[in-house]
């Protein structure tokens, strides 16, 4: 069974960063394509960025583009999601998730086999 944990999430400035953190267990994630999704208040989950087993190809949102960075650490069994000029509208709950069917990511949620509990960003003066 592989479990997926979120961290890193709080409370932040518009224009500050956060460095959220999808740490696996049960699982090694080495072949397996990842991504990052969030979900805020009274909207659908959206796509955020998506990386390959290798992190030779990554994805991301046109909201996120140029903001945000997607990166691992097959060792640590670990994805990491780099968030820089945040804005209030980047406030969200934000999940991993992990794609056994494939080594690269995909912006579609119903790709992805397992998904984290979820981490709040809230960005706000």
């Known amino acids: 069974q592989v479990q997926l944990v979120e961290s890193g999430g709080g409370l932040v400035q518009p224009g500050g960063s956060l460095r959220l953190s999808c740490a696996a267990s049960?699982?090694?994630?080495?072949?397996?394509?990842m991504g990052w999704f969030r979900q805020a208040p009274g909207k659908e989950r959206e796509f955020v960025a998506s990386?390959?087993?290798?992190?030779?190809?990554?994805d991301y949102a046109v909201s996120v583009k140029g903001r945000f960075i997607v990166s691992r650490d097959n060792a640590k069994n670990t994805v990491y999601l780099q968030m820089n000029s945040l804005k209030p509208e980047d406030t969200a709950v934000y999940y991993c998730?992990?794609?056994?069917?494939?080594?690269?990511?995909?912006?579609?949620?119903?790709?992805?086999?397992?998904w984290g509990q979820g981490t709040q960003v809230t960005v706000s003066s």
């Open positions: 998730a992990l794609r056994i069917s494939s080594a690269y990511g995909s912006s579609r949620s119903t790709d992805y086999d397992y």
């Open positions: 049960g699982r090694t994630i080495n072949y397996y394509g």
């Open positions: 990386i390959s087993r290798n992190g030779g190809v990554t």
